[in-house]
């Protein structure tokens, strides 16, 4: 999918390799984006902020709190954003007129996007949290090899996979992430680096 995104709704939930596994929700992300004012693009992601609070809130009312559960979100959702022209996108699966219509009234407007998507948002959650069972595992040793080349993962909406970061992206360190922790289809490797804890926040 080609595309600038301005934000990416975590609508995700970043995982992090540490001596112990902590969740962070990634920063609102902004690249050169040509418009005729910064206020203008100010202006227009405040609205698409407020449909995304309303689509979440349509949820469940306590959708902050519950980000993480896979059972907070519809089987036909697959993830927001805000795309390079300001507009605010719901992807979903199956029949895009139809959610269209389901999701116009549940917004109040109709000034969004659809996209079709082959996975949900609930699938790649449930992938996350397949990560998050191996990772905590009290039962995992120490010096188990993906304990150390794991570096993140994420629900990548505008992929609409779950990537996963490693410090070396290889055949047998791929397979053993397939073995051990979950082999899925909805998953994308990709190259990372593990934190430096070491370094002082900005």
């Known amino acids: 999918m080609n595309k600038l995104i301005i934000y ?5 939930t970043l995982y992090i390799f540490s ?3 902590c969740k962070e929700q990634p920063k609102k992300r ?13 202006q227009t992601n405040q609205s698409a902020e407020k449909l995304f609070e ?3 809130a349509s949820f469940s009312d306590d959708w902050m709190e519950r980000e993480a559960d896979p059972n907070l979100y519809p089987a036909y959702y697959g993830g927001s954003f805000i795309d390079n022209e300001g507009v605010f996108v719901i992807t979903v699966t199956g029949n895009s007129g139809e959610h269209k219509k389901q999701l116009s009234e549940v917004l109040g407007t109709d000034n969004f996007n659809i996209e079709t998507v082959q996975y949900s948002y609930r699938q790649m959650m449930e992938v996350m949290d397949k ?3 191996f990772l905590m595992n009290s039962t995992v040793p120490e010096d188990h090899p993906l304990m150390s080349s794991f570096a993140g993962a994420y629900p990548e909406v505008t992929e609409n996979r779950v990537k996963v970061l490693l410090t070396q992206v290889d055949e047998p360190t791929i397979r053993l992430f397939r073995k051990d922790i979950i082999n899925s289809p909805l998953i994308i490797f990709e190259q990372g680096n593990l934190p430096d804890w070491n370094q002082p926040e900005q």
Do not use: K, Q, Y
Not at 8 to 12: A, R
Not at 31 to 42: C, L, Q, R, T, Y
């Open 19 to 21: 001596a112990t596994m």
């Open 131 to 133: 990560i998050d069972i």
């Open 8 to 12: 990416l709704f975590f609508i995700s």
């Open 30 to 42: 902004e690249e050169g984006v040509i418009s005729p004012s910064a206020n203008a693009i100010h």
């Open 54 to 56: 309303r689509l979440m």
